[in-house]
């Protein structure tokens, strides 16, 4: 995910693009710059870094009427200057700033190195500014080379092209990244957000998939995939531009809840050819899998109840040795791990402290280390023999939800490709696979049910207490939940393996107390359903959250996730309780976005 913009007006373009960036940070902020375009050149300014680092680099008196700018976040090659975006042509005629993955560029990056073109970066985007040279070499009419270009990619994208051959000219293109297109007297423009221009109109025109167009100062044209020219379809857009930074949505979290199904389906992408498990950077580690004895499961909060779940995944697909256990606990407990034993750390800022300091004891021990992160070139990706990107993009709201899913579905996909690695066959793996992709589906559907969470969420007004309960793979849900729930609304909430209330925990149910109980795994469902049953009869509330067909008419409060198989039931089984969390938490008026004595980044131990 990154913010993207371009400007041509009868005005200077930088005062414009910088506050646009400023809207975007949200989308991106390892790194920016701009490119400004005038008869005779093209000027561009980028650096590693927020935007404020951008700013010191720029004069406040540049004149140029168009550009383009770019906030990153990192999807290939790490945070520097030479990734930061723009990208140009090697005589630095064209400018190309871009949001999505290009998941075909190391094919297309040697199909331009056997026609002697440089890279001079590590990232997919470089990519599309080289082949768009190499067209419009060929015939130099720029919306017939970008349409040429956009054709041979491979993935997502948003694009803004910018040349000294039309210097007061933007074409943009895009599939399955947004992009909004704005136009006022100071001139005509297009962002990946609306928040960007709001200052300057309300009238927006969204670019549908597989639509490109053509900005100039004073006129705005768009055209469908065949390039023939449409009529452009303007909306009002209804919020100011600080609820339009959230999306419409009143806060972060909601929003990144929402982001859930796209976040998943680009953290999916091109992972699977047939039933093989597309992982490059597995295959190319340099292990003898056969004498792999052990695989260990290391992380911190969220992340923690992701490796859980990865954990007993594990164990089912591959039958072998495997634990999990907190990082703050690894280091301190005398692992018995060696060069046989396979560590597995899992962090959504890739940079936890405590996570940090087992990836150092694990390589003392001489432990092959693999880390899933969602932030590129972070310090846990570089310590690691191997890094797998979730691609949730920035979480900027501090309890986690898009980045949880995503590190469960990627997980998800690393237990697939070790079983390949160690020559096993997984029962019902086609289907497996069928159902992952059909994840960002199903996430949607259970979108779909936000008001019955809402409604669900009002038994917490006058509650202390809650208890979320689940077997197998329903008990990291429980944990998540429980967390979830306590972080953000503030009310004490424990999780329990459903078979454990009796020995105990079911001293502390009452009436009206709350209890969420996961029954999504056919095996154990109707032990499950047992408990549950020992609450009510001590005047619990169960919300029983199932599967569509388990039989359930006994219970008042019974949601239900759409069919898919038991294995992946946990990720919109989360998707619920992230929703209620997120209402239990505002119907007590909390600070859902921050709330008290927690930090995004826990880098102190």
């Not at 899992?346 to 899933?372: P, R, Y």
């Amino acid at each position: 995910m990154c913010g993207i913009i371009g400007f041509t007006g009868k005005q200077p373009a930088l005062p414009f693009l910088l506050q646009g960036l400023s809207r975007l940070e949200y989308r991106g902020y390892d790194s920016a710059g701009v490119t400004l375009v005038n008869s005779k050149a093209l000027r561009t300014w980028k650096t590693k870094g927020r935007l404020s680092e951008l700013e010191k680099l720029l004069s406040k008196d540049l004149a140029e009427s168009c550009g383009i700018g770019h906030t990153r976040w990192a999807t290939h090659g790490v945070p520097s200057n030479m990734n930061a975006h723009p990208h140009m042509n090697e005589e630095g005629t064209i400018s190309v700033v871009h949001n999505g993955i290009v998941e075909n560029y190391q094919e297309l990056r040697e199909e331009l190195r056997e026609e002697g073109y440089i890279f001079h970066s590590e990232t997919d985007s470089e990519v599309i500014v080289q082949l768009l040279d190499f067209y419009y070499r060929k015939n130099p009419v720029m919306k017939e080379a970008l349409a040429k270009t956009v054709k041979r990619l491979e993935g997502s994208y948003a694009i803004c092209v910018t040349s000294i051959f039309e210097p007061d000219t933007i074409y943009v293109s895009k599939k399955e990244s947004p992009m909004v297109l704005g136009q006022s007297k100071e001139g005509t423009f297009c962002a990946s957000d609306a928040p960007a221009f709001l200052e300057y109109t309300r009238e927006i025109l969204p670019l549908q998939d597989g639509q490109s167009a053509i900005l100039n100062a004073g006129s705005l044209e768009v055209f469908d995939a065949s390039g023939k020219q449409i009529e452009p379809r303007w909306i009002h857009f209804p919020y100011d531009v600080q609820a339009a930074q959230k999306g419409g949505y009143d806060s972060f979290m909601l929003k990144e809840i929402h982001e859930q199904p796209s976040v998943i389906r680009e953290t999916l992408r091109g992972r699977f050819r047939g039933t093989k498990t597309v992982l490059p950077m597995i295959d190319q580690m340099n292990v003898r899998w056969d004498r792999i004895d052990q695989t260990v499961f290391i992380a911190c909060g969220t992340a923690y109840h992701a490796c859980i779940y990865a954990n007993l995944l594990y164990q089912k697909y591959t039958g072998k040795v495997s634990w999990v256990i907190p990082a703050s606990e690894f280091r301190y407990c005398s692992p018995n791990v060696n060069e046989h034993t396979l560590c597995i750390f899992v962090s959504q800022s890739g940079e936890t402290a405590d996570t940090l300091a087992a990836i150092k004891l694990a390589k003392a021990k001489g432990c092959v280390t693999i880390s899933v992160v969602n932030v590129l070139g972070s310090s846990i990706s570089r310590m690691t023999d191997a890094v797998l990107y979730t691609a949730a993009g920035p979480e900027i709201a501090v309890a986690s939800t898009k980045a949880y899913t995503t590190q469960l579905v990627l997980l998800h996909v690393l237990v697939l490709k070790l079983a390949e690695m160690y020559g096993i066959k997984v029962k019902g793996k086609s289907r497996l696979i069928s159902d992952l992709k059909r994840l960002p589906e199903v996430t949607e559907q259970v979108l779909g049910q936000e008001e019955k969470m809402k409604e669900l969420a009002g038994m917490l007004i006058d509650q202390r207490d809650a208890y979320f309960i689940g077997r197998q793979l329903d008990y990291p849900t429980a944990l998540e939940g429980a967390l979830k729930l306590k972080e953000i609304s503030y009310v004490h909430a424990d999780a329990y393996y459903a078979g454990e209330l009796k020995h105990g925990p079911i001293a502390l149910i009452e009436k009206d107390t709350v209890v969420t109980a996961m029954a999504t795994q056919p095996e154990v469902a109707s032990k499950t359903v047992s408990n549950i049953r020992e609450t009510i009869a001590r005047g619990a509330r169960v919300i029983l959250i199932t599967g569509e067909n388990m039989p359930a008419e006994e219970f008042e409060y019974v949601v239900r996730i759409p069919e898919i198989s038991p294995e992946l039931a946990a990720i919109p089984s989360a998707v619920l309780l992230q929703m209620f969390a997120y209402y239990g938490a505002k119907e007590k008026g909390c600070d859902i976005d921050k709330p008290r004595n927690l930090a995004k980044s826990v880098t102190v131990e």
